[in-house]
């Protein structure tokens, strides 16, 4: 009643052209990158360096929360961590949730004495 024919027989709703339907998307995917992707990939590597450099001696939490001092460095993979007098476990260094304190390795002049 109000509107009449003339008006319901505007122009279809017609594609456009493929820059303007892809804008969003590529906005999105940017968005995502600079909030989401690019900042899970450097906690990434800072973890994968911070497992890297753990030795002898440095008190660490693993992700289970079980907190002690490396005793030994296995091999690249595992280290042994004492977690009490006379107690110790073996764990995967990529379990290492956090060092809390680095410590100093024993020196080979203080095994001689």
Do not use: C
């Not at 820059?19 to 909030?35: A, D, E, Q, T, Y």
């Not at 001696?57 to 993979?77: L, Q």
């Not at 977690?83 to 949730?97: D, P």
């Amino acid at each position: 009643m109000f509107v009449s024919t003339a008006y319901a027989q505007g122009a279809g709703g017609g594609g456009g052209d493929i820059i303007s339907l892809m804008f969003p998307l590529l906005m999105i995917v940017v968005i995502f990158w600079l909030l989401v992707w690019r900042p899970q990939k450097k906690r990434a590597d800072e973890h994968k360096a911070m497992v890297a450099a753990v030795r002898r001696g440095d008190a660490v939490v693993t992700s289970g929360g079980i907190m002690g001092k490396v005793s030994k460095v296995v091999d690249d993979n595992e280290i042994l961590v004492e977690v009490a007098e006379n107690v110790k476990m073996r764990f995967q260094r990529n379990s290492i949730l956090e060092v809390r304190a680095k410590g100093e390795p024993v020196k080979d002049d203080a095994k001689k004495k």
